[in-house]
């Protein structure tokens, strides 16, 4: 009787979108394993980016788990790639967006710092190239998720700040006609350069959460001081899984 060969086990992503608690330093701080949102997240499978708010993107490999844990953070990097299981991509954020992005074949997942710099430099669309230059994966296999980061109306910069923005990447800034104010809409930059690069507007899901109104994150131009809410992505095994924390 011939032996049958056992189907390949196939990869799903699960992802987590943080809020205050747990906050991230106190977490690195508590030195042992966590839990979110039910699932148990081992400190030594962390990937964490140095996040020095450019346009630098890591494809992870598997001797980088534990960093920013056991070892240094990933270099110049604000966005990782990862296609490993049980590897955990961490970004911390504390007005700055996380983009989290999950591909429906489950070959790879992304996270995403966006600021102001990284919106400007458009590392979304960078990071979505590398996705599908690297692994194969066209955008419209990509989901899309958007945390919470400052709106709009709460994030007023200079001229000259606004003028480099627009001239970067021109997309929506808006100027309030009122009082002549720049501000930069940055989950709005982000939604436009995510539909650019070609995934579907139906493929993107959003936290329409200002950080510095919400009791339940931290911001920096609200408190000062460097509390960041952790944003996470991974794979996992399907027959060993529970359904995702989104």
């Known amino acids: 009787m011939k032996s049958q060969a056992m189907a390949p086990l196939k990869l799903k992503a699960w992802l987590h979108l943080g809020g205050r608690e747990p906050e991230f330093h106190a977490l690195l701080d508590a030195g042992r394993d966590f839990t979110v949102a039910g699932k148990e997240i081992a400190l030594s499978s962390l990937v964490i980016a140095e996040q020095v708010h450019g346009d630098g993107v890591h494809i992870c490999k598997p001797e980088d788990s534990g960093a920013g844990v056991t070892k240094p953070k990933i270099a110049g990097a604000d966005a990782l790639i990862s296609s490993i299981p049980a590897q955990v991509l961490l970004i911390r954020t504390a007005d700055c967006y996380p983009v989290l992005l999950k591909d429906t074949g489950g070959r790879a997942v992304a996270a995403i710092h966006s600021g102001r710099e990284g919106s400007r430099l458009n590392i979304v669309g960078k990071s979505i190239r590398i996705l599908k230059e690297e692994f194969g994966i066209l ?5 899309a998720y958007v945390g919470a980061g400052i709106c709009a109306k709460h ?38 350069q995510l539909i650019e690069a070609g995934v579907p507007f139906y493929n993107i899901e959003q936290e329409f959460v200002c950080t510095l109104e919400s009791a339940n994150h931290h911001s920096h131009r609200r408190d000062g001081g460097s509390q960041r809410q952790i944003n996470l992505i991974g794979l996992e095994y399907e027959q060993d899984s529970q359904e995702p924390s989104r």
């Open 155 to 192: 994030y007023q910069v200079d001229e000259a700040t606004w003028e480099k923005f627009r001239e970067g990447q021109p997309l929506p800034c808006l100027c309030n006609p009122e009082d002549g104010s720049r501000v930069i809409d940055l989950r709005v930059a982000i939604f436009r």
């Open 139 to 143: 955008p419209h296999e990509l989901w």
